[in-house]
C-alpha cells in the first residue's frame, strides 16, 4: 500500500536536472543553471555564479559542466527503474513486517516453520536471479520453495532432512559446498521450545542455554566460512520466555554473529500470527501477565554482512 505513495515522493523530490545558461536579468553576470522539475512545475536553480564573462566563454564553462549532470540523471534514472522493479515484485521496503497470512512454500504444519515472504522479503532486497542461496537448519524447506519461484540456485540441509532436496548434515561440522554462497539463511530451534529430535548437536535438544549459544556459534562460524565476501546471512530469531525467566535469544545471537566476524546491516521486527500462538494466546497471555511479562508476539531478523 505505501510503496506506490513512495514512488511518487520520490519522483518528486529527485530533481529532473537539466543544465543550462542563462543570462541574469540585469544583463551582467551569467550563471550556470539547472532545470528542475518539482511538484509537476518547472523552476531554474542556480549551480554556479560565472561573474562578468562573454557568452562563449560562459557556454564553454557549461560544457564542462554536463557530463556530471548527465551522470547524476542516469543515477536517478537507475534509482527509479529499481524502485518499479521492486515495487512490481511486492518488496516491502520498510522495516517492520506484518504478514496476515503465511504464503505459500514449505509446510505450514511443520512445527517452527518460515514464513515464505520472510525468505521472499530477503531475497528481494538482498540477491538476483542465479544467486547462490545456502539454508543449513532447512526444516520443511521453505527457502528451497522461495528460491524455485525467485530462480535461486539452492543448497539446503538439516539434521533430520524432511524432503530429497534437502541433504543430511550437521550446521555445526564444517560445511562443504560447491561454491561459497551469496546468501545463507538459517532459522534456528528457539532453543528447546520445539524439540526436533535426540541426535548429536541438534540446538533444540542442548541441556543448558549455554549448550545451545556454543553450538550455534560454531554454526554461524562456519557459515562465515561458506560466505562470499560483501554478502550477507540473515538469521531468524525469536526470544523465549520459559517458567518465568526470560531468554534474550536474538540480542545473544546478535552477538555471537558480530564475534564470529560479521558486521550488523540492518534489523526486521517481524510480528508473529502464527496458528499455534493464536490457538494457545489466550492461555498464555494470562500465564504471562501472571509472572508480569509480556507475550512475545514478534521475531527479529537479523542481517549482517561479511566484509571484504
Ligand atoms: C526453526 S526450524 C527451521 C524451519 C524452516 N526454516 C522451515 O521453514 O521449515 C530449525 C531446524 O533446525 C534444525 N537443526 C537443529 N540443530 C541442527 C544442526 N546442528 N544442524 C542442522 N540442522 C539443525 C532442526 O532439525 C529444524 O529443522
Known amino acids: ?35 528542475i522539475k518539482e511538484n509537476g512545475k518547472w523552476k531554474h536553480q542556480i549551480v554556479k555564479k560565472l561573474g562578468k564573462i562573454s557568452k562563449p566563454e560562459a557556454e564553454q564553462k557549461l560544457a ?3 557530463p556530471k549532470y548527465e551522470k547524476q540523471r ?97 550446521a555445526v561440522q564444517s560445511w562443504y559446498l560447491d561454491d561459497p554462497a551469496d546468501l545463507i539463511f538459517i532459522h534456528p530451534p528457539y532453543w528447546n521450545l520445539v524439540g526436533y529430535g ?3 548437536n541438534d540446538l533444540s ?32 530469531q525469536g526470544d523465549l520466555v520459559q517458567e518465568g525467566r526470560f531468554y534474550p535469544l536474538c540480542s545473544e545471537t546478535f552477538q555471537i554473529l558480530k564475534e564470529v566476524g560479521f558486521i550488523p546491516h540492518h534489523e526486521i521486527i517481524k510480528l508473529a500470527h502464527g496458528d499455534t500462538s493464536r490457538k494457545k494466546s489466550g492461555m498464555l497471555v494470562s500465564e504471562y501477565i501472571w509472572q508480569k511479562q509480556w507475550k512475545i508476539s514478534h521475531d527479529r531478523v537479523l542481517v549482517f554482512k561479511k566484509m571484504n
Open 1 to 35: 500500500m505505501l510503496l506506490p505513495n513512495l514512488l511518487k515522493y520520490c519522483k518528486r523530490w529527485l530533481p529532473i536536472v537539466y543544465l543550462e545558461s542563462i543570462k541574469r536579468s540585469n544583463g551582467i553576470d551569467y550563471y550556470i543553471c539547472k532545470k
Open 64 to 66: 564542462e559542466y554536463k
Open 74 to 170: 542516469n543515477m536517478i534514472d537507475g534509482k527509479i527503474n529499481n524502485l518499479n522493479e521492486y515495487k512490481k515484485r511486492h518488496g516491502i521496503p520498510y522495516d517492520i513486517w506484518d504478514f496476515k497470512e503465511r504464503g505459500d512454500g514449505g509446510d505450514k504444519n511443520f512445527h517452527g516453520n518460515t514464513s515464505p515472504k520472510v525468505i521472499r522479503q530477503i531475497l528481494l532486497m538482498l540477491t538476483k536471479p542465479l544467486d547462490f542461496i545456502v539454508d543449513p537448519m532447512a526444516g520443511s524447506g521453505t527457502t528451497i520453495d522461495v528460491c524455485k519461484k525467485l530462480g535461486r540456485k539452492f543448497n539446503a540441509f538439516d539434521l533430520y532432512p524432511k524432503r530429497e532436496e534437502i541433504e543430511e548434515h550437521d
Open 198 to 200: 535426540n541426535k548429536q
Open 205 to 236: 535438544g542442548t541441556a543448558t542455554i549455554r549448550d545451545y549459544y556454543r553450538l550455534l556459534q560454531r554454526a554461524l562460524a562456519n557459515a562465515y566460512e561458506s560466505l562470499k565476501r560483501n554478502k550477507y546471512i540473515v538469521v531468524q
